[in-house]
Structure formats: structure tokens, C-alpha cells
């Protein structure tokens, strides 16, 4: 029998008690709508949809921090998804309508090259993003101090996941393991969580890597739901040690620090930020950026929905007032994002 047809059978004769599998990664929730994989699950096995969105997770208060250097001077450069979440009072696109010099780029270092050949302007990359393409900004401040780029600086709100997996651990019985950030740390770093009692399993894109991935973790649920379990389901892609390149440059320009994670409050040594040796690159430090509260949309459920405790349709403004066309919440506006994904397919 075919592997795919091996796990699809192992899903469908599920017997074991109630299991909720929590996918972290939002390209995961997308895939899993697109092949109809919730459709071949038995009623007892859940799907959860984590916060594996890092535009999803950036909290309101970063919004604001961004807009007020808009609102001062300061060229933003960004990528497109961020525009449109919604700070307290404004979006970043609102802001541009309203004058604010906010550019549109592809990569980190597309923002430096545009600060060198804008040089009478102070430019700020809007550096948003977990382990996966938070390298890429650690690469855009040693390319800045190369090049003598002195008006270059990143505005952080990078995260790293290790916290969120611990503090999600309480809403569902296993992880679907998200493999690109899993290709920067390693296959080591979730497989560690086992000895906390946490089971997962890492995986690829393909309907056939996710129903492995789900047939193991129900399989081994049925068996002993007390025995940790971890897998790696997508190893032609993930390491046990993952890139070292990658580490080196996080481990070179950033350190940890508690941080706000949307829906999750303060997540302790979760987020990064550039160390002090570089901190001539960081936009709090030059501009002196005064603490911003955010203050979200109250009727918005976004931060219900990144913790697993509701769906999408539960939200009052799903559908209604909140739409991809007009998004009240970051889960809209992103493509990764749950409700983006619950309002495509569901």
C-alpha cells in the first residue's frame, strides 16, 4: 500500500481518545485546506491553528513604533504584508496616504541599497520575522557596515519559537512543527522538547508529508498518549543540527530579550535584538522611539484565534466586517494567516 494511503487509512481507523494537533506554521494551515486534509479526519482528531504567522504575532504596539518614525522623518522599508495591519489608530498604508515615505521592498538588503543611494535620509527596515528570514536582516547590517552605510537601521520585532511552543503546550496534545524555521534550528531543538513531555512532528508542504506527519502523531497517541513522540517528517530539507551559517549570523548581531508576542502577551527570551556592539543599526536606539501601548481593535479575536482557543468564524467580525479586501486584524491581513486561510477555503 502506498505511504499516503497507509496514513490515510492509519487517520481514518483513529480510535484513541480525543487528540488536538496544533500546525504551527500559517503555509501549513493554507496546505492543509488546499489538499482537504481536515476532511479525511475522524471527529476525535482536531486541528488547531497555532501562531506560526510572524506579521500575525507582531503586536499592535510595533505598528505604532513604525508609524511614529514614519511621522518623523524617517524612510520605512518594509515588506508588503505589513501594511495593512492595523495599529492603534492607523495602518502603515494609511500613514503613506497621508505622506509618510514608506517603500516596498524584497529583501532586507534592498533597504540598504536604498539607504545607500538615498543618503540625506535616515531609512529604517521594518525587520518582522522568526528564525526562517531573520538571518537575512543580520546580513543586511553587516552588508550596512561594509559599505559604511550610515543611515541605515532596523526597527526589530523578530521572534524566536521556542517560548511559543512552550506556551502553547497546554492547547493541544501535539505539533505539526513548522520546517522552515525547523531548517534554521534544527530538528534538535523540537526534539529537546520531548524530555518536557511536548510531542511533534516536523514536516514539509506535500499532502503526503502532512499525512505522515498526522498518521505518526495519531498513531502514537493511540498507543501510549503519555509517551512523548517526535518526528522528522521532512528530512530532506531538515537537519539535526539545521544551518549553522544561519546561527552564526543570529548569534553574531542579535541576543535574546522578553518580548510581546499578539494574543500571547510577554513571552520571556522570545524575541532577538541586535546587540549592543550594533546598536548604531537599531532604530529605537538613534531615534529614540518613546514606549507605545497599542491598543488593538477590542471586538478583533485575532489574539484568541493565534492561542488556538477559538476559530475564525467564532470572531463577531469575520466575514462581516473583517475581509481580506478590509481586514479589522493581522489574521486577515497576512497570506498565513488563520483567518486569511478559514476565509479561502472554509
Known sequence: ???????????????????????????????????????????????????????????????????????????????GDLLRVPGTSETLADARSHGANICIVYTPLDAVEYAKNHPDEPVTFLSVGFETTTPASCLAVAEAQKQGVSNFTLLTANKTMDAAYLAMADACDAYLYPGHVCAITGARVPRALTERGISGAVTGFTPSELLTSLAALAKNYQDDPKRPFFLNAYPRVVTEQGSPAAQRLLNTYMEPEDTEWRGLGILPQSGLRLRPAYARYDARHIHHIPPQKGHPNPACRCGNILRGAITPPSCPLFRKTCTPDHPVGACMVSREGTCAAWYQYA
Open 1 to 79: 500500500m502506498p505511504p499516503i494511503d497507509t496514513a490515510k487509512r492509519i487517520l481514518q481507523s483513529y480510535s484513541g481518545p480525543p487528540l488536538r494537533l496544533m500546525e504551527v506554521c500559517g503555509t501549513h494551515t493554507h496546505a492543509i485546506f488546499r489538499y482537504g486534509i481536515r476532511t479525511l479526519l475522524p471527529p476525535s482528531i482536531t486541528l488547531i491553528s497555532g501562531p506560526g504567522c510572524p506579521v500575525c504575532v507582531t503586536p499592535t504596539a510595533y505598528i505604532d513604533e513604525a508609524i511614529y518614525l514614519a511621522e518623523h522623518g524617517v524612510t520605512l522599508t518594509t515588506f
